[in-house]
T-cell receptor, first 110, second 113 residues
Framework: DAKTTQPPSMDCAEGRAANLPCNHS???????VYWYRQIHSQGPQYIIH???NNETNEMASLIITEDRKSSTLILPHATLRDTAVYYC???????????FGAGTILRVKS | EPEVTQTPSHQVTQMGQEVILRCVPI?????FYWYRQILGQKVEFLVS????????KSEIFDDQFSVERPDGSNFTLKIRSTKLEDSAMYFC???????????FGSGTRLTVV
């Protein structure tokens, strides 16, 4: 079973920041938090991952709480193309399998 | 940007027939995976492959399934005798095992009739 809890769906206005929460209260010390998204029935797309520090790349920012029990993915300026299912996954690095939950359906609306 | 390529994009097969799904992972990646997604359901892990052998497999990956990396570039999933419940999207993925996460292919939609 997935070790994360996410809201089933969220709406966001185009151009606004989308903040997607994730709870992972049973995360172990050397597990990473990964975020992926899936648009329609395409293959999941890697977005970002982190261990305990906040991370930023060209797609998104990842904020991890100090106790590492929850995190937030931030899409700073959501567009219609960001409408997708977003998955928060905890996993060890270096080749470990990913266990997908149901994710959060993000609908970006104009 | 490097891609994981899967062929065919859609395959229809008769129940009981063998199918081979093909994948070309990113060339310098070391870890290879197959996942599947039944319509409307979660993405499920099937198998991981590293150093020319299976490193982990799920309970879904029974004796009807096998994987192979026949020539150092292709990575295949074979289903020996397909069942109706094997109908799903099958995703191949590869990983370098370092900083970046997996790269998934665009999938093969398998329809068993």
């Amino acid at each position: 079973d997935a070790k994360t809890t996410q809201p089933p769906s969220m709406d966001c206005a185009e151009g606004r920041a989308a903040n997607l929460p994730c709870n992972h209260s049973t995360i172990s010390g050397n597990e990473y938090v990964y975020w992926y998204r899936q648009i329609h029935s395409q293959g999941p797309q890697y977005i970002i991952h982190g261990l305990k520090n906040n991370e930023t790349n060209e797609m998104a920012s990842l904020i991890i709480t100090e106790d590492r029990k929850s995190s937030t993915l931030i899409l700073p300026h959501a567009t219609l193309r960001d409408t997708a299912v977003y998955y928060c996954i905890v996993s060890y690095q270096y080749g470990n399998k990913l266990v997908f939950g149901a994710g959060t359906i993000l609908r970006v609306k104009s | 940007e490097p891609e994981v390529t899967q062929t065919p994009s859609h395959q229809v097969t008769q129940m009981g027939q063998e199918v081979i799904l093909r994948c070309v992972p990113i060339s310098n990646h070391l870890y290879f995976y197959w996942y599947r997604q039944i319509l409307g359901q979660k993405v499920e892990f099937l198998v991981s492959f590293y150093n020319n052998e299976i490193s982990e497999k799920s309970e879904i990956f029974d004796d009807q399934f096998s994987v192979e990396r026949p020539d150092g570039s292709n990575f295949t999933l074979k289903i020996r005798s397909t069942k109706l419940e094997d109908s799903a999207m099958y995703f191949c993925a590869s990983s370098s095992g370092t900083y970046y996460g997996y790269t998934f292919g665009s999938g093969t939609r398998l329809t068993v009739v």
